[in-house]
């Protein structure tokens, strides 16, 4: 009788997990890595990064406005060095993404038992799920490396917002360090005929005109880059590819590649998250973007919450740091039109 009873209520319960998967440190990297170096500007290394940051970096220089004296027995101190800092500061970023199990189970956990005794989806499914957030992220990571808006307040190179305008350029990180400006006519952005972007009012000109004015040693620099959004960079391949009586270069007119853009020279480096309006001349080693990857403070999580509040969802969180910072301001030159600077 005792039998028949115990047996009464061995109930089929399925096994619960109050322990997510969990991914802290360096078991987060396979997941929270892609999510911010596959940011374009980031995974063709065009500006310095720093990782394992705890929540701010130093960043020491040293400029000078002339070594050299005449001549004499004595020591004479040009007093020409000066060692300045910048602070990079990391910004407390999450992503939070809810699945619903009853998409999920049919294609990827099969219906082979009760609802109950099924998980959420096989650890396939779950690197899956965790790698296709990841990549969705590094498109908003991209964005906000240079126009911000991943957080409230979070800063970009330009803008803070999300949004190229004077107010979000004026507290942006390159806004708020005394760069070099320059600003551009709207037809300097444009293949125009009268005013285009391969003409002397064009941006890319102007930009090297400032740096030949200002700050003429980063053009030597290995280095050196124009930085512009995919927007202006098509606008001077078209330039390219219709001068000269509409032949363009190589007399290909538009039917042409042209792999590794330069002007006079200098690499363009296309970076997506930049405004359409905006072109910036520096060198990759000025441009800092760090982050806490590698830290206990980068984590992400596969949570099956539907087996704790009554939904049918699992939820896929990830927390990370991300900052950028410029190191020294006055070898940065930023054109844009002159309603935003």
């Known amino acids: 009788m005792n039998n028949r009873a115990m047996r009464r209520r061995q109930f089929a319960n399925p096994t619960l997990n109050p322990d997510p998967s969990t991914y802290a440190g360096e078991l987060a990297l396979p997941f929270l890595a892609p999510a911010l170096k596959s940011a ?49 500061e990391l910004t407390d970023l999450a992503v939070m993404e809810e699945l619903c199990r009853g998409t999920l189970l049919p294609t990827w956990a099969g219906m082979t038992g009760a609802r109950e ?7 396939e499914f779950q690197n899956f799920a965790m790698a296709t957030v990841a990549g969705y992220t590094a498109q908003g990571v991209e964005n906000g490396i240079w126009t911000g808006g991943m957080a409230t307040g979070q800063k970009g190179f330009l803008s803070n917002d999300g949004v190229f305008d004077n107010a979000g350029y004026n507290a942006s990180i390159l806004g708020t360090a005394s760069c070099q400006e320059q600003a551009v006519a709207a037809t300097g952005f444009t293949n125009d005929s009268s005013a285009g972007v391969l003409t002397n009012s064009g941006a890319f000109q102007l930009a090297y005109d400032k740096a030949v004015d200002n700050c003429s040693a980063i053009l030597n620099k290995p280095d050196v880059a124009y930085y512009c959004g995919t927007k202006l ?101 930023v054109c844009a039109l002159s309603t935003v600077l």
């Open 40 to 88: 374009d500007t980031l995974v063709n290394n065009y500006v310095r990064q720093i990782d394992g940051l705890q929540n701010k970096a130093v960043l020491s220089n040293l400029t000078s406005s002339g070594t050299i004296v005449a001549a004499s027995c004595d020591w004479t101190d040009s007093d020409s060095l000066t060692l300045g800092e910048r602070v990079l």
């Open 117 to 123: 005794s099924m998980g959420a989806g096989s650890t």
């Open 233 to 333: 960079a098509g606008q001077y391949m078209s330039a390219l590819a219709t001068s000269g009586s509409l032949q363009g270069v190589n007399l290909q007119s538009t039917n042409q590649a042209f792999d590794g853009l330069q002007y006079l020279g200098i690499p363009i480096h296309v970076c997506p998250g930049m405004p359409a309006q905006s072109l910036v001349l520096t060198y990759e080693e000025n441009l800092v973007v760090g982050s806490n990857l590698g830290t206990d403070y980068a984590t992400a999580r596969y949570i099956d919450a539907w087996q704790f509040d009554g939904s049918d969802n699992v939820k896929i969180v990830m927390r990370f740091g991300c900052g950028v910072q410029v190191g020294i301001p006055t070898d940065t030159v």
